[in-house]
Every structure is written in C-alpha cells, then in structure tokens.
C-alpha cells in the first residue's frame, strides 16, 4: 500500500489529499495522502516523519508551510532547482538516498505556458512580491528566458536584492530589477511587459476583497495576470483584469501541476490533468 502525505501546519484548506487521492483511484494504485501537521513547538516531529520515509513506512511526502525550508538539513541531496530556489515541497527516495525536489518551480512553468502566448520578441515579466513562491517562480522564468522585475512592499527590499543576488548576479545575466509595488513605480516600469504574477497572499480567502494591484492604475496593455491564489477560484486582481480585457488567471493549474509533478516521482506515473482538476472542482 502506498503511504503518502503532506508535512506543514496548519493544513486543515489544503486541497493535496483530494489531488493524490484522486490520482491514486485513477490508476489504480492502492494507497492513502495522509495530512501530518506539525505545530512549530513540535517541529522535532519533522525528523520522526523523515525517518519514517528512509523505513520505507510512508513512500512520498510532500512538504509546505512553514517547513519548505527547516526540512533542508534532514535531507541526503537537492535536485538542482530544490538547490537554487532554496526550498524543498517533495521528498522521495531514490537508492537509499532521502531527495529533496521543488516541483512549485515546473508546475508554474507548465501551467503558465498554456496560459501565455508567447509573441517571440523579448518576455519581460513583472512579479509581485519575493517570498518563497516568488522565488520559485523568478527561477522558472530566468530558465525560460524571461526578463523579471520585481515589485515588493517593503522599503529596506532585502528580500529582493536576496532574491536577485541568488538568481541573478550568479549568471551574469543582468536579467532582473526591482520597484516597489506603488502606482508611481509600476508606472515608470512602462509598456513591454507581457505577464504580470501575482507572488503575494493578497486576495486569499478570507480577504478576498484586497488586490495587489495599486487601486486606479490601469494594467499594461499587453500583459497577461497570473495569480498564484487560487482561493477563491476567482480573484478580484483575475476580476479587475479581466473586466479590462486581459488574459488572466488563478493559480489552481499550478497547484495541479506540481501535485501531478510530485505524484509521478512517487510513482513513475503521470496522471491525467482531468483527473486533477475533477478532483479540486467537485
Ligand atoms: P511568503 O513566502 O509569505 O511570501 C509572500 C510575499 O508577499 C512576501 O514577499 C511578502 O512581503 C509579500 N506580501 C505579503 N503581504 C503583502 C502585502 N499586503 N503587500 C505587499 N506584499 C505583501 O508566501 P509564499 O509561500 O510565497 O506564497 C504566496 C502566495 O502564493 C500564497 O497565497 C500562496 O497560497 C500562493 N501559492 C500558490 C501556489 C500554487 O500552486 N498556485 C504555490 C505556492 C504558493 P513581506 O515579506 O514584506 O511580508
């Protein structure tokens, strides 16, 4: 039987269980996706449920809030991406070997390019916020070749000069800058940019009546707007855009692409993206 799970806290929104649960009926595979909670003042339980994959009693584990980066020192290896983005949502075994994987990173690059159009001249990108999802994102699209602004609140904006200095200066691509996310500083930012994301939890249940964008200042015309929320399943940032004639969109293709990404290390399977979305939309 297949042990699955999800390690965080806390954990009682999470839609993963209904995700693998999903993919596991699906292929016919007998198992479970159990939710392990672990509290902060528990976070020594983190190594118990480490051990327990290298025994062989859970087989897959998938790792969220606030743990993506505190599980880093239990784990043997880093794939690549799991290495530069600094953060690990996969566990699997491979020899003997515990590896940590971040499939945040491809699960956004798959879903955004079905989203996105790519016109073939320069992609510039802007994206909102520079937390951990945000680095997940910055990392797929500097793979893609996209140039990245970032737009953040804070006014010392360590954590994007972090951000740019663990991405940016590395490859000498001088493909990264940053502003801070007001009217005055988008504006200046100009025309060009294509896609727009939303990295920040502004406009998640239950403040769904909050957007990200500066209230007022038009969207660049050309862009598309990716929200990384996807609860509620339509945001007011997906709303505003739409209603101004943009391509926009919330982020539950990302949540089923990574869970597909993550199930297929577990399994070697790959799970049919209808399964996936019949499963989140029940
Ligand atoms: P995080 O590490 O806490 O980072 C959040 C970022 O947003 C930080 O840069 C933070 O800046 C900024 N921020 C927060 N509140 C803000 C505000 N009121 N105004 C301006 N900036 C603000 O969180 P995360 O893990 O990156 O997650 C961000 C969002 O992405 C969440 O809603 C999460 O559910 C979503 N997400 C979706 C998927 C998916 O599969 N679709 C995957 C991962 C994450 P400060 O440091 O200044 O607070």
């Known amino acids: 039987m297949m042990q699955l799970g999800l390690i965080g806290y806390p954990l ?10 999903a993919a596991l009926a699906s ?25 327990h994959m290298r025994d062989r009693e859970i087989n897959g584990l998938n790792v969220t809030i606030p743990y993506k ?15 530069a983005i600094g953060a690990v949502n996969t566990l699997y075994l491979n020899n003997d070997k515990l590896i940590g994987h971040n499939t945040d990173a491809p699960g956004f690059l798959a879903d955004q390019a079905r989203f996105i159009r790519n016109s073939g001249i320069e992609k510039k990108a ?12 910055v990392y797929a699209l500097l793979k893609d070749g996209w140039k990245v602004s970032l737009a953040v609140r804070r006014a010392d904006l360590n954590q994007a000069r972090t951000l740019i200095e663990a ?11 940053f ?13 060009g ?10 406009g998640m249940f239950p403040e769904a ?49 990574q869970a597909a990404l993550s199930f297929a290390c577990w399994t070697g399977r790959d799970v049919p993206r209808e399964v996936l979305y019949a499963a989140v939309e029940a």
């Open 167 to 177: 991405f940016d200066q590395p490859t000498g691509s001088n493909s990264m800058d």
């Open 193 to 202: 940019i294509q896609l727009i994301v939303n990295a920040t939890p502004i």
């Open 126 to 137: 802007l994206v909102l916020g520079a937390g951990g999802a945000a680095r997940a994102v």
């Open 27 to 51: 292929l016919a595979i007998h198992g479970e996706y159990l939710l392990y909670p672990v509290a902060p003042e528990e976070i020594v339980r983190l190594a118990e449920l480490v051990k």
């Open 209 to 257: 009546d909050f957007s990200p964008w500066p209230n007022g200042l038009p969207f660049p015309k050309e862009a598309a707007i990716y929200d990384l929320v996807y609860n509620p399943r339509q945001t007011r940032l997906v709303r505003e855009a739409q209603n101004a004639g943009l391509r926009a969109t919330t982020g539950l293709g990302m949540l089923v692409e």
């Open 69 to 83: 980066q505190a599980i880093i020192p239990l784990l043997d290896e880093l794939t690549s991406s799991a290495q």
């Open 179 to 191: 502003v801070l996310l007001e009217a005055g500083d988008l504006e200046r930012l100009g025309s």
């Open 12 to 21: 009682s929104q999470s839609l993963s269980p209904k995700l693998h649960e």
